[in-house]
C-alpha cells in the first residue's frame, strides 16, 4: 500500500505545490486520504480543482467527526471527485475544540454550502468565509448542536 500512495498523483503535485499543505496521508480501501493543514486548506483546494492533470471538480459530501474529548476534537471531511479521471479524493481538516472554525470550501466548490452549513448546525462548526452561515437542519431557537459527543442524549431543557 505504501508504493501507492508515494505515486498518488493528487499528493506528489500538492506536495510540489505546497510542501507544508499535507500533514498526513493515508490509504484505505482504495481511497486517498489527504490530512490538510488548516492553513493551507483552501489554497490546497482551489490548486486540486485547478491543476490541469487533477481536474477535482465535483465536491460529493462534507461531514464531520467529533473525537471528543481528544484535542484537536473536530475533523472536517470533504469527498472529492475527478468527473475526468474517475478519482476519488478524501480531505480532512483538524478543528479545534474550543470555538471551532474552519475555512469554507465554497469560494472554490459552490456545492459546499448546504453541507457546510448542516457540518454548522449539527456540531457547531463556524466555516470562515461561507457566504449564508447559519442553521439549515434545526430550528433557529434550537439550543446547541447534537451531533457532539457532549450533547445531551435527552437535550437541553
Given at each position: ?33 489527504l490530512y490538510i493543514r ?120
Open positions: 500500500m505504501a508504493a501507492d500512495l508515494q505515486e498518488n498523483l493528487a499528493l506528489i503535485k500538492l506536495r510540489e505545490y505546497e510542501p507544508e499543505a499535507v500533514e498526513d496521508a493515508r490509504i484505505f480501501r482504495d481511497e486517498v486520504t488548516a492553513p493551507f486548506f483552501l489554497r490546497a483546494c482551489e490548486f486540486l480543482r485547478d491543476e490541469p492533470s487533477l481536474k477535482v471538480s465535483f465536491l460529493a459530501d462534507v461531514t464531520a467527526l467529533d473525537h471528543y474529548p481528544q484535542e484537536p476534537r473536530f475533523e472536517v471531511v470533504y469527498h472529492l471527485l475527478s468527473l475526468d479521471t474517475a478519482q476519488r479524493l478524501r480531505l480532512k481538516v483538524q478543528v479545534a475544540g474550543e470555538n471551532p472554525h474552519c475555512l469554507s470550501a465554497v469560494p472554490v466548490w459552490p456545492s459546499a454550502n448546504a453541507f457546510e452549513r448542516e457540518v454548522f448546525d449539527l456540531f457547531g462548526i463556524n466555516f470562515d468565509g461561507h457566504p449564508y452561515m447559519r442553521r439549515i437542519v434545526l430550528p433557529d431557537e434550537w439550543e446547541g448542536h447534537p451531533l457532539r459527543k457532549d450533547y445531551p442524549t435527552e437535550g437541553y431543557r
